[in-house]
């Protein structure tokens, strides 16, 4: 930067130093621990892109538009004159995964269940000589990794500025997880509802501040595809091993887990029959 560009920047940071007074935070977005915030002043038309108190406050005429996006994919847009909402297809993506979740749930059970019998034989055989190379120990059922994929990897918030000194700006925001022991396509998809409602509301805020007489458009760019099925397709579940699983379900079924009337039809299932 030149000394003429310098004065340039003093200059305008000085003419906006009546902003930058008047500015009061009425609306704060959070994108996490130490990843930043957007701060609004709704009152006065007023953007601010971080907490620090000497950093510009944007008018509407500094912004452009606005992205907010779901792992790229647009979920909310605007600009004056045009403010988007894009419908998720999230509840399809979780009936996909649906099967092997309840798969997993199945599996992490069953591991349960066993290891708890192990341990009440490893109590009741410690006075009696008890090995660790006894079969019954070196069989101990394999606990299940839980490998299925979060539907969405992250969000996204995207300013597009006319400012001399700011172009753009651009933060991700983590989406919701899986937890790994007890997965649940419910819990998953009210704490997605929870997060997307959030960026909903900064998509308002942030049109309200471009454009206050812009009317929200809802449109569902997954409406042709939806069409075209009759009901949403599950994803393939991957077929056991019989060799694998037949002991397994044996040694539910000499447990009592499961009747023999149960283990005969997995059976068959399993080999095909």
Same mark, same amino acid.
């Given at each position: 930067?030149?000394?003429?560009?310098?004065?340039?920047?003093?200059?305008?940071?000085?003419?906006? !130093?009546p902003?930058?007074?008047?500015?009061t935070?009425?609306?704060?977005?959070?994108?996490?621990?130490?990843?930043?915030?957007?701060?609004?002043?709704?009152?006065?038309?007023?953007?601010?892109l971080?907490?620090?108190?000497?950093?510009?406050?944007?008018e509407?005429?500094?912004?452009?538009?606005?992205?907010?996006?779901?792992?790229?994919?647009?979920?909310?847009?605007?600009?004056?004159?045009?403010?988007?909402s894009?419908?998720?297809?999230?509840?399809?993506?979780?009936?996909?995964?649906?099967?092997?979740?309840?798969?997993?749930?199945?599996?992490?059970?069953?591991?349960?269940?066993?290891?708890?019998?192990?341990?009440?034989?490893e109590?009741?055989?410690?006075?009696?000589?008890?090995?660790?190379?006894?079969?019954?120990?070196?069989?101990?059922?394999?606990?299940?990794d839980?490998?299925?994929?979060?539907?969405?990897?992250?969000?996204?918030v995207?300013?597009?500025?006319?400012?001399?000194?700011? !172009?753009?700006?651009? !933060?991700?925001?983590?989406?919701?997880?899986?937890?790994?022991?007890?997965?649940?396509?419910?819990?998953?998809?009210?704490d997605?509802?929870?997060?997307?409602?959030?960026?909903?509301?900064?998509?308002?805020?942030?049109?309200?501040?471009?454009?206050?007489?812009?009317?929200?458009?809802v449109?569902?760019?997954?409406?042709?595809t939806?069409?075209?099925?009759?009901?949403?397709?599950?994803a393939?579940?991957?077929?056991?091993?019989?060799?694998?699983?037949?002991?397994?379900?044996?040694?539910?079924?000499?447990?009592?887990?499961?009747?023999a009337?149960?283990?005969?039809? !997995?059976?068959?299932?399993?080999?095909g029959?």
């Amino acid at each position: 930067m030149t000394l003429d560009e310098f004065r340039e920047y003093i200059n305008c940071y000085d003419a906006n !130093k009546p902003l930058r007074d008047s500015f009061t935070e009425t609306y704060r977005y959070d994108f996490g621990f130490f990843k930043g915030s957007l701060l609004l002043d709704m009152d006065h038309q007023l953007l601010r892109l971080g907490v620090v108190d000497t950093a510009f406050a944007l008018e509407p005429s500094d912004i452009k538009s606005f992205r907010i996006l779901e792992d790229g994919e647009v979920l909310y847009e605007g600009e004056k004159g045009n403010f988007r909402s894009c419908k998720s297809d999230i509840k399809e993506r979780l009936n996909e995964l649906k099967p092997r979740i309840d798969e997993y749930r199945m599996l992490r059970h069953q591991y349960e269940m066993m290891e708890e019998m192990r341990r009440s034989m490893e109590d009741s055989r410690r006075d009696d000589n008890f090995r660790r190379d006894d079969p019954d120990y070196r069989d101990r059922m394999t606990e299940p990794d839980f490998n299925i994929p979060n539907p969405v990897e992250k969000f996204a918030v995207e300013i597009t500025l006319d400012h001399p000194y700011w !172009k753009s700006f651009y !933060k991700e925001t983590g989406a919701p997880k899986f937890d790994s022991n007890q997965p649940s396509t419910i819990d998953y998809l009210d704490d997605y509802t929870q997060k997307t409602e959030g960026l909903h509301a900064l998509a308002q805020n942030l049109m309200q501040i471009i454009d206050p007489q812009a009317q929200e458009q809802v449109i569902d760019p997954h409406a042709s595809t939806r069409s075209t099925q009759s009901a949403p397709q599950a994803a393939p579940v991957q077929a056991e091993d019989p060799t694998v699983a037949l002991p397994k379900y044996k040694a539910l079924l000499d447990a009592g887990v499961i009747t023999a009337e149960e283990f005969e039809a !997995k059976k068959k299932q399993l080999l095909g029959l």
